[in-house]
Structure formats: C-alpha cells, structure tokens
C-alpha cells in the first residue's frame, strides 16, 4: 500500500471501538505500506513531515524506516509489531530524537514554559505488549539515554520545573529564574512506566545538580534524591579584589582551587522529592539536617 498526503491526522477513537479494533488487528495480515505526509498530526502534536516504509515478515510487521521532521525536531525509528507465541501483539522501538530549540519543541509536544533555548539529543530502546496505537506508559519497557546542551529549565508549576521553584526557595539568585545549564546528561531504566536514574547530573554557571531514583510517567509520580552543590565560592576572589585588594584576592583564589572539594562538600546539600508531579515533597534529608544543626548551621527553610 502507497499513500502520499498533503495532510495526515491520528486522532484518539471510541475506546470501546479502539479496543475491539486492536484485538481484532493481526499484523501478520498487514500490507507492505509506504505512505508519506507533508504534515502529520498524533493526537493533537504536530509532528511535521512523515516518511513510513515498512515491510512484511513471518511474525508481522516491520518498521524500515519512521521519519518525522519539522523545523526544530527530527525523530528516526526502527522497529517491529509483531505476534508472539502466546499470540500477543508486541511493539519495539528504536528512537532517536534530535532537537535544535529544546523550548519550541516541548512546546510542540504540549509541554509548555519547560525549557528555554538549548539542543538536546535523546535515544530510546522500548517495548509494550501491544500494538502501536495502543500504546500506554503503564506498559513501557526499555531505555532512554539523553544529552542536552546549553539551554534553562524554566521555573515552572507543575512537574520537573517545580522542583527547581522549590529549590529557589532556599538557593535566591541561584535557581530564582529557573535553572541555566550548560549540559544536563543521564541514563533512565524504564519498567512498567516508571523511569529509574543513577546517574542524571545537570551542570550549569550557578549549581551541580545530581539526581537518582524514580520518575513514575505513568502515575506522575517522584521518589527522588538531589544533590545540589551551589556554585556560590566562585564569586570568592571577586569578594576578595573588592574588599582587600589583589593581594587577598590571589590568596582567596589559590585557597580555592586547593581545597575545592572541601567547600563543595560544605556546601552541599541533599534533598527527597516525593509525591505528585504538581504537589511533590521537597525535603532536606534527616541526616543532613542532623549535621548542620550540629555544626550550628541554620537548616535552608523549604
């Protein structure tokens, strides 16, 4: 089957006749298909182009080639849906998505004020047991590695900017606009919707930012540590030009650079985050609190 639209639009179906049709669907049945669109719509997102080539096999369908191009996105895909054993619809996915304009993206996806500028990219190995069309992130399996470049994480309610809004509660000037970085990079294990990190680090002019734990995509959900060192003793030799000269200023400087990773640790600081996307708990660890307290440290109020 070959089909060449100017405009092409999937919409969401009766639920009811969307559950019968994908039973009912076989894709040991299906075509080879080569359709393309000027402009494709998925459930309201506009996607761009479309170039779909897919081929026949024994167990069903397979993925050659997925194209969808617009002016700041192009994601590439390979896959298959196919029958298993058990006669069950399974779909896999090899996606790479590619951004020039992180802000206008998520804005084109419907996430809007979560990203300001920035290139980003990211790659995704998944599967679901169902068909294309139906699927759910509940059902989600695979993993995600992304790469984001030199953009701001807006301060935004609700979801991850929220986490940022909080953190600007106890760090003023740091994360008062949202959060610049200069890179944000990460590995996420996702099973049964839920997105598992060891090792998201965001680095940007005014903090390090660590994050481990669970994103819940389905539940909407956190269970969350992040670690925030404040680039804060940066400003040191300024601090020390201004009020005592060059002399003092080299001397803070070099005592600095020294012992670095000592006021890093002073300045650290270690926060849960749990609860729902637009209502989570953002707390300073016990253990922390503990220690500054002990140390005659006034606790960041939350």
């Known amino acids: 089957v070959s089909a060449?639209?100017?405009?092409?639009e999937w919409t969401q179906g009766n639920d009811k006749?969307?559950?019968?049709?994908e039973h009912m669907m076989d894709p040991r049945q299906l075509p080879p298909l080569r359709i393309t669109s000027k402009r494709f719509l998925y459930h309201g997102v506009d996607f761009g182009s479309l170039n779909l080539v897919t081929s026949q096999q024994p167990t069903g369908l397979r993925v050659d080639n997925l194209q969808m191009a617009s002016d700041v996105t192009k994601i590439t895909a390979l896959g298959d849906w196919v029958v298993d054993k058990q006669m069950r619809?399974?779909?896999t996915l090899d996606l790479s998505i590619n951004s020039n304009n992180l802000g206008k993206t998520f804005r084109d996806f419907g996430f809007a004020d979560t990203f300001a500028e920035g290139t980003g990219q990211a790659n995704l190995t998944a599967h679901w047991s169902a068909s294309p069309a139906a699927f759910t992130l509940a059902q989600l399996q695979g993993n995600l590695h992304m790469n984001l470049k030199k953009g701001r994480l807006l301060d935004v309610d609700p979801g991850a900017g929220r986490v940022f809004g909080l953190m600007a509660m106890n760090f003023k000037g740091l994360f008062s606009k949202g959060f610049s970085f200069?890179?944000?990079?990460?590995?996420?294990?996702?099973?049964?919707?839920?997105?598992?990190t060891s090792n998201l680090i965001m680095n940007g002019p005014s903090a390090h930012v660590a994050v481990q734990?669970?994103?819940g995509l389905a539940a909407?959900?956190?269970?969350?540590?992040?670690t925030v060192t404040p680039r804060s003793s940066t400003a040191l030799p300024l601090a020390g030009v201004l009020t005592g000269g060059p002399g003092l200023g080299a001397a803070v400087f070099?005592?600095?650079?020294?012992f670095q990773s000592e006021l890093d640790r002073i300045t650290r600081y270690q926060y849960t985050?749990?609860?729902?996307?637009?209502n989570p708990e953002f707390d300073l660890s016990s253990k922390e609190k503990e220690a500054l307290k002990a140390d005659g440290v006034a606790v960041p109020r939350q």
């Open 220 to 226: 909407k959900d956190y269970d969350q540590r992040i």
């Open 4 to 8: 060449d639209f100017d405009y092409l």
């Open 213 to 215: 734990g669970r994103v």
């Open 254 to 258: 070099l005592f600095q650079k020294l």
């Open 89 to 91: 619809p399974v779909t």
């Open 182 to 196: 200069d890179d944000i990079a990460g590995d996420f294990v996702i099973t049964d919707g839920n997105a598992h």
């Open 273 to 278: 985050v749990k609860g729902a996307w637009d």
């Open 17 to 21: 006749n969307q559950a019968v049709e």
